[in-house]
């Protein structure tokens, strides 16, 4: 069993930046692929990035050259870098790793983009 810890929410004015952390309890070196997730309220939860183990990272359209996810092993936290945000990017944010085959999640993280 994994769990995840999210921070580094928040709120931000439109252009500006966070980073968002996501800790885990155990190594994630092997983990079958990390990323992070976003949901509003009364719609589905939707991938925002996502890096499969040597795979290609993909990253969601509306976030391609503003979003970077990345992960340090050595930490067991995988982040994930905004920058130029956007009022439409406010969302709870879930840190997800897949291990084993098992898929955790974080409890998830507010971040709200005041315009």
């Known amino acids: 069993q994994v769990q995840l810890v999210e921070s580094g929410g928040g709120l931000v004015q439109s252009g500006g930046s966070l980073r968002l952390s996501c800790a885990a309890s155990?190594?994630?070196?092997?983990?079958?692929?990390v990323g992070w997730y976003r949901q509003v309220p009364g719609k589905q939860r939707e991938l925002v990035a996502r890096?499969?183990?040597?795979?290609?990272?993909d990253y969601a359209d509306s976030v391609k050259g503003r979003f970077t996810i990345s992960r340090d092993n050595a930490k067991n936290t995988v982040y994930l870098q905004m920058n130029s945000l956007k009022p439409e990017d406010t969302a709870v944010y879930y840190c997800?790793?897949?291990?084993?085959?098992?898929?955790?999640w974080g409890q998830g993280i507010q971040v709200t983009v005041s315009s």
């Open positions: 890096t499969p183990s040597g795979g290609i990272t």
């Open positions: 997800n790793v897949i291990l084993l085959y098992h898929n955790y």
């Open positions: 155990g190594s994630i070196i092997s983990a079958n692929a």
